[in-house]
T-cell receptor
């Protein structure tokens, strides 16, 4: 089954404790993105990747890192999480023309 | 700057009634347009998309949307709403040359018996 998977689905952590949210897709898509969803703000892009080792900032990259060492994986790294990064995070991938396939989401709470 | 506006934060519709969710965008060229639905606790599912051609687009679950260039709109419609349609709906624009979708803030649909 073609899908985008994310882990963990739920995470509660404390300020400053490094964490990684994994994202994997099995559709051989070149393009992958991370979004965060906040009430009243919709979804905003954090980072995106056009291929292995090619990444760039989206609209809200501060406090996040990404890497793309393999085509299928695109982890999101929070080196020092803060409470304002409490959010619902979505990973997405797409083959080419903008139709994105979204993962199930990761709900992160930073206390 | 490019933007997507969904003017209705909440809409309540009676089951069996028709539905129209509004979406307006601000962009200099013809964009790629999408509607996604998010059920509670779920990810985003693509309802329909418009790239070019016929301006009336059919999607899944009985939804359709009409692209009106003159009004910069891409409103979502359904002739008869079912209780299972209660969810949050997002309009999104894909910008030529940009590697992202720009989302509206969403409209939460409530369906009353």
């Amino acid at each position: 089954e073609a899908q985008v998977t994310q882990n963990p689905r739920y995470l509660i952590t404390v300020t400053g404790k490094k964490l990684t949210v994994t994202c994997s897709q099995n559709m051989n898509h070149e393009y992958m993105s991370w979004y965060r969803q906040d009430p009243g703000l919709g979804l905003r892009q954090i980072y995106y990747s056009m291929n292995v080792e090619v990444t760039d900032k989206g609209d809200v990259p501060e406090g996040y890192k990404v890497s793309r060492k393999e085509k299928r994986n695109f982890p999101l790294i929070l080196e020092s999480p803060s409470p304002n990064q409490t959010s619902l995070y979505f990973c997405a991938s797409r083959p080419s023309a903008y139709e994105q396939y979204f993962g199930p989401g990761t709900r992160l709470t930073v206390t | 700057a490019q933007s997507v506006t969904q003017p209705d934060i909440h809409i309540t519709v009676s089951e069996g009634a028709s539905l129209e969710l509004r979406c307006n965008y601000s962009y200099g060229a013809t964009p790629y347009l999408f509607w996604y639905v998010q059920s509670p606790g779920q990810g985003l599912q693509l309802l329909l998309k418009y790239f070019s051609g016929d301006t009336l687009v059919q999607g899944i679950k009985g939804f359709e949307a009409e692209f009106k260039r003159s009004q910069s709109s891409f409103n979502l419609r359904k002739p008869s709403v079912h209780w299972s349609d209660a969810a949050e709906y997002f309009c999104a624009v894909g910008l030529t040359g940009f590697q992202k979708l720009v989302f509206g803030t969403g409209t939460r649909l409530l369906v009353s018996p």
